[in-house]
């Protein structure tokens, strides 16, 4: 009904940056909370940013200065621009949206996820 699309990710040196974008499709209604989060290999998933409909945002403390997300509305879709990247950063990122559906049903949506390796 609802699929989430990331891309973005890839391979950076440390101090680079990367923005990943995550496009919602299906029978949407609307979208209320959209977010980013992670996990890294042998570790739990981590919530990293997210922001509201309205662009309210939180961040992760150890994301905070260095990570922006923001979305656009009007194309279902929610960015996050990474700067001054660490070898600490590398994860499969996930996003994940609370959608209700035109018919009215509200699911928790997450994306395939997208690889970001920090390495020089």
């Known amino acids: 009904q609802v699929q989430l699309v990331e891309s973005g990710g890839g391979l950076v040196q440390p101090g680079g940056s990367l923005r990943l974008s995550c496009a919602a499709s299906?029978?949407?209604?609307?979208?209320?909370?959209m977010g980013w989060y992670r996990q890294a290999p042998g570790k739990q998933r981590e919530l990293v940013a997210a922001i509201t409909s309205i662009g309210s945002a939180n961040y992760a403390d150890s994301v905070k200065g260095r990570f922006t997300i923001s979305r656009d509305n009007a194309k279902n879709t929610v960015y996050l621009q990474m700067n001054s990247l660490k070898p600490e950063d590398t994860a499969v990122y996930y996003c994940?949206?609370?959608?209700?559906?035109?018919?009215?049903?509200?699911?928790?949506?997450w994306g395939q996820g997208t690889l970001v390796t920090v390495s020089s």
């Open positions: 994940n949206a609370d959608v209700w559906t035109m018919a009215r049903r509200y699911l928790e949506v």
């Open positions: 299906g029978s949407i209604f609307s979208i209320n909370a």
